[in-house]
């Protein structure tokens, strides 16, 4: 019987920079293959070739997607025996643990000196061009932030926050119901979502695949969705429970879904850029909305739908950015992979399997 595959994001675009939970997930794996070396493509495919080597094998894994080009990996992660493969250059994670947990496998000694020489003027232009169009794409994500904050402190002026936590309350009641488990529970880290060059884009449905009950948030910016979901993971690690925190592609410090794994629950924010709605014969999707505690007035409405527009304008700018970026990376990448020996890297593969 195959194993089954689940897909995040292991890093964002986020208006306070990049945002990286490779180093959380080291911390859940008791066995870690740091990749080391100048990568192109080629790393993804060993990367997917790990991934359905134990998929094969019936174990169930996680891929962590590159949010630059659509389908590259930068790590696999094997669930059950703990065992992480991690393109540890980009970004730059170093091993902690060598000679118990932590395992290197380089391959700098694959690439062809000769082939790198030949094209070194146009990977140095690339290089030069890639760093501005990723400056100016972050950028206009902080700019997105600050406009988005803006927007928050509109709405959070017409709040009902006592509304909002009765229905807070009534709602952890029906999540828990008084269970207390006779256990530690243990907290883990994910991203199902984040800026790319075609957009933002997530995981959700992959992700909740398999969950019995699912929560959709409704609620505009500033009323206290991600609160609610800290409040929330804080609540069921204090009764025993695992919890998964999902972040927010756009915000670092903020949170846009909680898993109770052993609930098969989870709840998250199912606003814009991340809309969704309960689907067509799943019983156990349901609507979650704390909008009603917000009434604005027509001044606010007038003045939000402003705020709004430069919003999406500052995210439309970051988004044309990350494409000339990745349009950059690309074709540096694809020198590299040209100027791997393959028959080198063949050798220092044979390490992972």
Request: proline fraction near 2%.
């Amino acid at each position: 019987m195959k194993g089954s595959i689940t897909k995040y994001f292991g890093q964002a675009m986020t208006g306070q920079g990049w945002k990286n939970l490779y180093k959380d997930i080291v911390r859940e794996a008791k066995e870690v293959y740091f990749l080391k070396g100048i990568f192109g493509f080629n790393v993804s495919n060993l990367l997917k070739e790990i991934g359905y080597h134990y998929v094969n094998k019936g174990h169930d894994i996680e891929f962590f997607y590159d949010p630059l080009f659509e389908n590259t990996i930068q790590a696999t992660f094997i669930k059950g025996i703990d065992t992480l493969f991690l393109q540890s250059s980009k970004p730059s994670i170093e091993p902690t643990q060598l000679g118990t947990r932590d395992k290197v496998i380089s391959f700098y000694e694959c690439l062809d000196e000769a082939i790198l020489i030949q094209h070194g003027e146009r990977l140095k232009q690339l290089s030069e061009e890639a760093e501005k169009w990723h400056d100016q794409c972050f950028a206009s994500l902080q700019m997105a932030i600050q406009i988005h904050d803006e927007w928050e402190e509109a709405t959070q002026q017409h709040m009902d926050w006592k509304a909002l936590e009765e229905q807070r309350e009534e709602l952890f009641d029906q999540i828990f119901n008084g269970i207390l488990l006779n256990k530690t529970g243990v907290l883990t880290h994910r991203l199902f979502g984040t800026l790319t060059p075609d957009g933002a884009k997530d995981f959700l449905r992959n992700i909740t695949r398999n969950l019995e009950k699912r929560y959709f948030i409704k609620g505009l910016p500033g009323t206290g969705k991600s609160t609610m979901l800290k409040q929330l993971a804080q609540d069921a690690l204090k009764r025993g429970f695992d919890v998964q925190k999902v972040w927010c592609g756009l915000d670092s410090k903020s949170i846009d879904m909680v898993i109770l794994p052993e609930l098969k629950l989870c709840i998250f924010d199912s606003t814009a850029p991340h809309e969704y709605f309960p689907e067509d014969g799943r019983e156990g999707d349901v609507i979650f909305d704390i909008t009603k505690h917000c009434q604005l007035s027509d001044e606010a409405e007038a003045k939000i739908e402003e705020i709004s527009k430069k919003y999406r304008k500052a995210i439309l700018r970051a988004t044309n950015y990350a494409k000339l970026y990745a349009e950059a990376e690309k074709e540096i990448r694809e020198i590299l992979d040209q100027a791997t020996d393959f028959s080198k890297w063949k050798k220092q593969s044979s390490f992972l399997f």
